[in-house]
């Protein structure tokens, strides 16, 4: 049987769009599952109580997950394979029964959201309703929606009114499938941050960012921190409130402020999805939860960085160096 994993307030338990391997039972605590309404593109907030189990039509469907998952409060869950599941359910009616009715309450939700859809404004025809789907989905970035959407749409409307767009968007989908969320991050896990070269053409913002690294290379980290959230916070440019987000958490890395560098990086990667600098945020939260002895956490946040796209190697053969390491 497996054993409970502690997970703290504001820890991301997994991310959407992860390959799905496990079911999860909360026995204490609480967790927020996070996603898109398929009708307006809000966020939709599911809370799950002690109890309760979460990840399971993924986890049985064997596709990527539908959501984030983060610990709202402080949460022990036991993580279970599978067929340990199965195995479980198999003996235990009760849980047959919860999976049961919270399966009917989400299909009931999305059915619900898809006939609103459909039926919005001219009471589109089943065809559009269905390439609208597809299309909302894209343009959310939410590429593995969309794409088993419009393979659903050519499926069914192989010579529809939408038909050659509904390629093309596929086409578009398959390609951020398959690049899913490509980064290259700066990245230095004992070395500090290189400093740029600070010439005249720079702008205001590039010279308080080369200051700013230069207070690391200084070990002056709790300086350098004000220094990163006063760009990030004036966000006059773009690129370099993005570099600062991520060094801001580094800083608390840095100071072993590593529940305050969890904390900041689960929040930052929850807005900001597609962060350049994203495979080193995983990485870090995975030295965070070492650092912290949450070794099967930093086993997942490491495990995740070597899923990241191939052109990662240098951090990637760090986090496969560090998990190597813990399963020793």
């Known amino acids: 049987m497996p054993k409970p994993l502690q997970y703290k307030a504001g820890s991301l338990i997994y991310f959407q769009g992860d390959m799905a391997d496990k079911v999860f039972i909360l026995q204490s605590g609480a967790v927020n599952l996070t996603y898109q309404d398929i009708e307006t593109g809000d966020d939709i907030h599911d809370l799950v109580q ?10 049985l469907g064997r596709y990527p997950r539908e959501e984030n998952a983060m610990a709202s409060k402080d949460a022990t869950i036991m993580a279970f394979t599978v067929p340990e599941f199965e195995s479980l359910a198999a003996s235990n009616t009760r849980i047959v029964m919860k999976m049961l009715k919270v399966l ?65 968007n596929l086409q578009q989908a398959e390609q951020g499938v398959s690049k899913g969320g490509t980064v290259k991050p700066a990245f230095a896990t004992s070395a500090p941050t290189p400093s740029p070269v600070l010439n005249d053409s720079q702008s205001d913002t590039a010279k308080a960012y080369t200051d700013a690294t230069n207070l690391v290379s200084q070990q002056k980290y709790q300086l350098a921190y004000l220094a990163f959230k006063k760009i990030v916070d004036a966000n006059e440019d773009a690129e370099y409130a993005a570099k600062s987000a991520f060094e801001i958490g580094r800083c608390f890395f840095l100071l072993n402020k590593f529940d305050d560098c969890i904390k900041y990086f689960t929040v930052m990667i929850t807005k900001y999805p597609k962060h350049p600098q994203l495979t080193g945020v995983l990485f870090y939260m995975g030295q965070c939860y070492e650092k912290s002895d949450r070794k099967e956490q930093a086993k997942t946040f490491y495990q995740k960085v070597l899923s ?21």
Not at 51 to 59: C, L, N, P, T, Y
Not at 117 to 139: A, I, R, S
Request: zero cysteines; proline letters at 4%; glycine letters at 8%.
């Open 50 to 59: 002690p109890g309760e189990f979460f990840g399971v039509k993924s986890a």
């Open 104 to 168: 009917s309450n989400q299909l009931r939700r999305v059915h619900k959201q898809v006939s609103s859809l459909m039926e919005k404004k001219d009471e589109l025809d089943p065809e559009t309703g269905l390439f609208n789907v597809g299309d909302h989905y894209l343009k959310n970035k939410n590429f593995n929606q969309a794409h088993y959407v419009f393979g659903r749409y050519l499926t069914y409307y192989p010579s529809g009114k939408h038909a050659a767009k509904a390629a093309a």
């Open 308 to 328: 990241m796209p191939a052109d990662e190697e240098e951090i990637k053969s760090q986090a496969g160096k560090a998990l190597a390491a813990l399963e020793a």
